[in-house]
């Protein structure tokens, strides 16, 4: 439906000229993330400031307009698609720091800002921000925060909902609200920082964030450990877990995944391996010796076939490269792969991995798995073939049982992803009744007109209701 007249001299009035677009040709590339989904926006904004986002946000809910908030458009899930058109608000133009303080550890950042622009900023002063997902260079802290996005260092350093002290909002309702401390504790009411981290823009707008910047350690290691198969290398991710020198990065590799990537790759990956874990500790240069003796006795068992401990920069940056590659590898490999990242407890890594081999086998379909295995963050990428007869249904069917095991090993069907429209209609396998109408309550508190990101996160809400 066409955007009314008057909703559209008013929006003018608060965007001027080069902050609105509402030619479709322009609007077309605001519509679409890296789900590959899009839906063409009937207008794009560009805010500058808090005030600007809060004026909008009230003239939605005036003209009952969809909105929604979009960072850089990298997510995975289709979060930032704007299913029913209206008006997408994109942050990119605001990326100032407000605030830098070394000696509270903190940064007051706008979303905008990419998440690489932040750690070169707090870099030179000693700092860096956890959250590290792989499109650090492009994303921005916004859509970091409101997917809970983060990368190989949760396993020692947590995600954005450990790293954020507050967040500064416009509700979905047109209100304004400043949620969190600038302190580093803190329990004066209910944890709405942590509500709206991984909330998918679905209850309100960030436009400010105070995050919580951790120092730099003085040094890094990097080791790899191979295995003859991947039930060693699952035995060793658990031991090496329940050990003290927790690791900053505890990576996992498929066999399937290193045939892959091999032609792409500049590191010596080892012939034959079952699976391969890249392992990183950091701290001071000290502690390194016993810290590395620590994982190294952890990561032993029968199946180990080689630990080696990366000399050079150039290794270290091959092993990187490699791990990094991994998912743009097999986009060029299979016609079509559904790329999920589910969650179990690292002791449930072996049954998780043998039951993946397994639905592999029984849908005929090849499996690839790799990730964030110190956090038992492991992403399995199903490929397949749509111009094949069946294929589709046989991937679709095998995804089903996929989430089934997941959640009988106790895990979650997103660890970092987000639900978005992906996974939307599997989220009420994992959540219970009660919890589904919580959320929904909350959501018609914060959204009352349900004008933001419409669609995503939770089944359709037709849906919603019955099962509450
Ligand atoms: C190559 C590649 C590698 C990736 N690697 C990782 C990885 O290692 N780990 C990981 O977790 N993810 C990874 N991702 C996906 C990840 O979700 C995103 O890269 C990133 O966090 C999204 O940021 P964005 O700025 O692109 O947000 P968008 O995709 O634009 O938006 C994401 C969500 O945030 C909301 N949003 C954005 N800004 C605001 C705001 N100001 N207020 C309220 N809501 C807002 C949107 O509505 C949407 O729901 C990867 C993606 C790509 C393409």
Redesign the pocket.
């Known amino acids: 439906m066409p955007l009314p007249n008057p909703f559209l001299t008013r929006l003018k009035e608060i965007f001027p000229p080069g902050s609105l677009y509402t030619e479709p040709a322009d609007c077309w590339v605001y519509g679409y ?2 789900s590959k989904r899009q839906v063409l926006p009937d207008a794009v904004v560009f805010p500058l400031s808090h005030e600007q986002a809060l004026a909008l946000t009230r003239l939605c809910n005036e003209h009952r307009v969809p909105l ?9 899930t289709g ?2 698609v704007p299913l029913r058109q209206g008006v997408v608000a994109s ?1 990119e133009r605001m990326e100032r720091v407000i605030e830098f303080s070394a000696d509270n550890r903190y940064i007051v950042v706008e ?2 800002l990419t998440n690489q622009a932040l750690q070169d900023f707090v870099r030179p002063h000693g700092f860096f921000w956890p959250p ?4 650090a260079a ?3 802290v ?6 809970n ?3 190989p260092r949760a396993v020692k350093y947590g995600t954005p909902r450990d790293n954020t002290l507050g967040l500064r ?1 416009v509700t979905g309702a047109g209100e304004e609200l400043r949620a969190g401390v600038y302190t580093t504790k803190g329990v004066v009411g209910y944890d709405l920082t942590r509500l709206l981290i991984g909330s ?3 209850l ?4 400010e964030a105070t995050l919580k910047l951790t120092p730099l350690p003085e040094t890094k290691r990097t080791l790899r450990a191979v295995y003859a198969d991947v039930a060693a290398a699952a035995r060793a991710i658990g031991r090496i877990m329940a050990q003290p020198a927790v690791p900053c990065a505890l990576e996992f590799i498929d066999g399937n995944a290193i045939e892959m990537v091999r032609r792409y790759s500049t590191a010596d990956l080892p012939e034959r391996a079952g699976a391969l874990l890249m392992i990183e500790a950091d701290g001071f240069a000290e502690a390194m010796p016993p810290q590395i003796e620590s994982i190294r006795a952890a990561a032993q068992n029968d199946g180990l076939l080689e630990f080696r401990i990366a000399e050079t920069a150039q290794e270290v940056e091959a092993l990187w490269q490699t791990r990094k590659a991994l ?2 590898t097999l986009r060029k490999i299979a016609p079509k792969k559904i790329n999920e ?1 589910v969650v179990v407890p690292v002791t449930e890594l072996p049954a998780l991995i043998g039951g993946l081999d397994e639905l592999s086998r029984r849908h005929g379909l090849p499996i690839v798995n790799f990730g964030h295995a110190g956090n038992g963050n492991i992403h399995v990428n199903l490929l397949y073939d749509p111009g094949k007869p069946g294929e589709a249904e046989r991937a679709e069917a095998c995804l089903d049982d996929i989430f089934s095991l997941v959640l009988r090993l106790r895990g979650t069907l997103s660890g ?3 639900v ?1 429209i992906e996974k939307r209609d599997f989220v009420d396998r994992e959540l219970d009744a009660t919890a589904l109408s919580l959320m929904h309550a909350i959501k018609r508190q914060f959204d009352p007109n349900g004008i933001l ?1 419409w669609g ?1 996160g939770f089944p359709e809400e037709n849906r919603l209701v019955t099962s509450a």
């Open positions: 993330d890296n929604t908030a979009r960072g850089r458009g990298t997510g995975t979060a930032t942050f979303p905008g590290d997902p792989t499109s492009f994303c921005s916004g859509g970091n925060l409101a997917y996005s983060a990368g909002v998918e823009g679905t309100a707008l960030i436009t998912s743009p990242d970092e992803h987000g978005g990101n995503k």
